[in-house]
């Protein structure tokens, strides 16, 4: 079964940028038709949608965000990758990576749901500080 | 896009039932069935236990149902067991963007 699993700095200063990767294994990043997703969840608060990288290369982002980010794809490695840059304390966080199975359509195309996301990473801690 | 609104908490005896709602707007929740439900146990990921409103992915409980209502969502959750403590975020899909609820915590009493 698909795995996904984040790497990256747990430490970055401020105003620098944060960079993460997203790894998949057991599956194909290209097999389409998924929204890789990235979420993020501040100490001790809710989930926080920070955007997605679609099989066709486009991307949407969370509009408080979206200055900010950057999400991209590298098939070859079979990886995705968020960039957050000018970070600041508001952006320590634990970050998930996360597979969006997205909207279905019927056999006439038109849209009837959401799929949700269905695959998480663990989670991996960001800490923003000097 | 705002969050959804959900209750900080709720909580209920092992063998009750409960129910935590959801509540957008009818430009999200009460727009379409994209409404999702997470469970969230302490240190560990989100794990998806409801989508399109009421339909559960394979392997999740039968006492984990869904509805919707207008513009506001609910999570069933019946026969609790203590397994069930968790925090439970509702999510909506509108317009290419995610939005989550703020989360309630479940204590099973």
């Known amino acids: 079964q698909v795995q996904l699993q984040e790497s990256g700095p747990g430490l970055v200063k401020p105003s620098q940028t944060l960079s993460l990767t997203c790894t998949v294994s057991?599956?194909?990043?290209?097999?389409?038709?998924?929204?890789w997703s990235w979420i993020r969840q501040h100490p001790g608060k809710g989930l926080e949608w920070i955007g997605y990288i679609y099989d066709s290369g486009s991307t949407h982002y969370n509009p408080s965000l979206k200055s900010r980010v950057t999400i991209s794809v590298d098939t070859s490695k079979n990886q995705f990758s968020l960039k957050l840059n000018s970070v600041t304390a508001a952006d320590t966080a634990v970050y998930y990576c996360?597979?969006?199975?997205?909207?279905?359509?019927?056999?006439?195309?038109?849209?009837?749901?959401?799929?949700?996301?269905?695959?998480w990473g663990q989670g991996t801690t960001v800490t923003v500080s000097s | 896009q705002s969050a959804l609104t959900q209750p900080a908490s709720v909580s209920g005896s092992p063998g009750q039932s409960i129910t935590i709602s959801c509540t957008g707007t009818?430009?999200?929740?009460?727009?379409?069935?994209?409404v999702s439900w997470y469970q969230q146990h302490p240190g560990k990921a989100p794990k998806l236990m409801i989508f399109?409103?009421?339909n559960r992915p394979s392997g999740v409980s039968n006492r984990f149902s869904g509805s919707k209502s207008g513009n506001t969502a609910s999570l069933t959750i019946s026969g609790l067991q203590a397994e069930d403590e968790a925090v439970y975020y509702c999510?909506?899909?509108?317009?290419?963007?995610?939005?989550f609820g703020g989360g309630t915590k479940l204590t099973v009493l």
């Open positions: 057991g599956g194909s990043i290209s097999s389409g038709g998924y929204y």
């Open positions: 399109d409103v009421s």
């Open positions: 996360a597979r969006d199975k997205g909207v279905h359509y019927d056999f006439w195309s038109d849209p009837i749901g959401y799929y949700g996301m269905d695959v």
């Open positions: 009818s430009s999200d929740v009460g727009a379409y069935n994209y």
């Open positions: 999510s909506s899909y509108t317009s290419s963007v995610v939005v």
